[in-house]
């Protein structure tokens, strides 16, 4: 193989949201899959620093690697595709390009110099492009770039990825172009124009399309893969059609039959070979035949928009494609939730999951939730929030500690059975300052979480500021709920347990963002088969009645 890193940029055309990413990951897996050393990095346009602060409702869910970067959703998908963590590295954005820039400017490192968008921004993010191939660790990376082509935001990008074709050289850069050819009912008719009108305005930047991906809900005839061929400059065969798939996990084999990896290795003029997808195909096959199906409550307040929560549902298919059963998850808005409705709304669920989030709206509804599944015996995952709202509602209605809650929603309740981290409580500003990235924990012999595990000590995924109070500890664990994994170094309580419940787990971590396709996490292959073990004995109770 070639010792000098290849790289591919992907853009977008027309619209957003044609799945530049799953198009990237799917690409990154096939070459993967034939041996090359391949990674994904994001490019995101906005002047955030990163998606930290940003609402769910504006960004989706916001990522976090293993380094504690916050970062784009992508990232996640990039990371259940090719089972390789990603890093502050994989995700740059404008706010990121800029600060930096502006901080060797206030250091004098461009005296006597204008600084502009060229050379300097653009420098700067071709720069950013480069680190992970220079790292030595990768054949192939490749580049998403955020938005669309003709974005103001996009133009610094563009003109960045101009330069680098060009610095470069033949075959070690090409730029797959992803866009949309609708289709007009009314005229009953595809549409070629948006595409050609989207690989105009990328060439007005002085960029070539090398390869077209062309989102579609119907074939591409092959009349209209040579008109395109033939107005947007490209070659026949690197007309690409990217059909609407019934899942995410298809769209690699899909590309795999259109030949994009092929394309691809032949213009970076590196060899190609058929890619060993034997346990990506095993993936599909169990994820397509289930046995059965399970319904799975997601307790949030985001629950409209399913970006919010995208790492919870994909660890949900994978976990579920592991046990052979379907999970259908039924998103449940926790503000409206309450005593006189909550029977009706969980009752027939074999599993809840009450998810994360920050602020106090929607609250009681969470807390409301578990003590119903705590006294019907619902298994039950908590996550972060979610853990923590189970700690609350046990510590009311179990210890009798009726304003308990956290410092979060009740800076002056008197029982603060969760409170702010220590650290945390002198920090200022918001961005970047929780505790985020991976984190040690030890587990407590014979507990649901060592069994799960099956290891004494783990490390997964943090972002929070606020945890389990250790004051309230001994009172706790006493009552019958138990802290079954510690953070060694701080005496965090990581996991909380109930012994006396079927299946009552809740993590201070995100174990959702290590489930990839290659590793279901165990917690969530544990959680689905205590709610299909649920369902199971409600079956048998109902037919002995």
């Known amino acids: 193989m070639s010792t000098s890193t290849k790289y591919i940029f992907v853009t977008g055309g027309v619209t957003s949201s044609l799945g530049k990413g799953i198009i990237a990951a799917s690409l990154a897996k096939l070459l993967q899959a034939q041996g090359y050393r391949t990674t994904?990095?994001?490019?995101?346009?906005y002047i955030n620093v990163d998606p930290g602060t940003l609402n769910p409702y504006e960004h989706?869910?916001?990522?976090?690697?293993?380094?504690?970067?916050?970062?784009?959703?992508?990232?996640?998908?990039?990371?259940?595709?090719?089972?390789v963590p990603t890093s502050q590295a994989n995700n740059v954005t404008t706010g990121r390009i800029y600060q930096s820039v502006i901080e060797k400017e206030r250091r004098g490192e461009f005296l006597g110099k204008t600084v502009q968008v060229i050379p300097h921004i653009t420098d700067e993010i071709k720069?950013?492009?480069?680190?992970?191939?220079?790292?030595?660790?990768?054949?192939?990376?490749?580049?998403?770039?955020?938005?669309?082509?003709?974005?103001?935001?996009?133009?610094?990008?563009?003109?960045?990825?101009?330069?680098?074709?060009?610095?470069?050289?033949?075959?070690?850069?090409?730029?797959?172009?992803?866009?949309?050819?609708?289709?007009?009912?009314?005229?009953?008719e595809l549409k070629t124009k948006p595409t050609q009108h989207s690989v105009k305005t990328l060439m007005e930047s002085g960029v070539q399309a090398d390869v077209l991906v062309c989102r579609t809900e119907h074939?591409?005839?092959?009349?209209?893969?040579?008109?395109?061929?033939?107005?947007?400059?490209?070659?026949?065969?690197?007309?690409?059609?990217?059909?609407?798939?019934?899942?995410?996990?298809?769209?690699?084999?899909?590309?795999?039959?259109?030949?994009?990896?092929k394309v691809v290795l032949k213009k970076l003029n590196l060899p190609s070979s058929e890619p060993d997808l034997a346990q990506w195909d095993k993936f599909l096959t169990r994820l397509k035949n289930p046995i059965t199906e399970i319904h799975i409550g997601l307790i949030g307040k985001y629950v409209e928009l399913q970006d919010s929560y995208k790492s919870i549902l994909e660890?949900?298919?994978?976990?579920?494609?592991?046990?052979?059963?379907?999970v259908v998850v039924e998103p449940i808005h926790s503000e409206y939730l309450n005593e006189d409705n909550i029977k009706l709304k969980l009752s027939h669920l074999d599993g809840v999951l009450v998810a994360p989030g920050f602020g106090e709206r929607g609250i009681e509804g969470k807390i409301d939730a578990i003590k119903y599944v705590r006294t019907h015996n619902i298994p039950f995952l908590g996550v972060c929030l979610g853990m923590q709202m189970a700690v609350i509602e046990f510590?009311?209605?179990?210890?009798?500690?009726?304003?308990?809650?956290?410092?979060?929603?009740?800076?002056?309740?008197d029982n603060p059975v969760i409170d702010m981290m220590e650290d945390q409580k002198t920090i200022v500003n918001k961005?970047?300052?929780?505790?985020?990235?991976?984190?040690?924990?030890?587990?407590?012999?014979?507990?649901?979480?060592?069994?799960?595990?099956?290891?004494?000590?783990?490390?997964?995924?943090?972002?929070?500021?606020?945890?389990?109070?250790?004051?309230?500890?001994?009172?706790?664990?006493?009552?019958?709920?138990?802290?079954?994994g510690l953070n060694p170094d701080t005496g965090l309580v990581e996991i909380i347990e109930i012994p006396s419940h079927p299946w009552f787990v809740g993590v201070q971590y995100h174990p959702e963002y290590k489930s990839t396709v290659a590793n279901p996490h165990p917690l969530f292959v544990a959680f689905v088969k205590a709610a299909l073990k649920?369902?199971?004995?409600?079956?048998?109770?109902?037919?002995?009645?």
Request: proline share 3%.
């Open 219 to 261: 074939d591409l005839p092959i009349e209209l893969r040579r008109k395109l061929a033939l107005f947007c400059n490209v070659r026949e065969e690197a007309v690409i059609q990217s059909i609407d798939a019934s899942t995410i996990y298809d769209v690699p084999k899909l590309m795999l039959k259109q030949g994009l990896d």
């Open 40 to 45: 994904i990095q994001k490019l995101d346009p």
């Open 534 to 545: 649920h369902k199971k004995e409600k079956a048998h109770a109902k037919m002995a009645k």
């Open 127 to 188: 720069e950013r492009i480069q680190i992970l191939g220079k790292s030595g660790n990768f054949d192939i990376v490749i580049t998403e770039i955020g938005g669309t082509v003709g974005d103001i935001e996009s133009l610094p990008y563009i003109e960045a990825v101009r330069q680098l074709k060009w610095d470069l050289g033949e075959h070690n850069a090409l730029v797959v172009h992803l866009t949309l050819v609708p289709y007009l009912s009314a005229a009953g």
């Open 315 to 326: 660890a949900f298919i994978h976990a579920g494609a592991e046990n052979e059963v379907r």
């Open 431 to 484: 961005g970047g300052t929780m505790r985020l990235g991976s984190w040690a924990c030890q587990l407590v012999p014979d507990s649901i979480a060592r069994k799960v595990y099956k290891s004494d000590a783990i490390s997964e995924r943090h972002r929070h500021r606020y945890e389990f109070n250790g004051k309230y500890k001994e009172q706790i664990e006493a009552a019958g709920m138990k802290a079954t």
């Open 60 to 83: 989706g869910e916001c990522y976090v690697t293993e380094d504690g970067a916050e970062t784009d959703l992508d990232l996640g998908h990039y990371e259940r595709f090719l089972n």
């Open 395 to 413: 510590s009311r209605n179990v210890l009798g500690l009726k304003d308990a809650n956290s410092t979060e929603m009740n800076p002056k309740t």
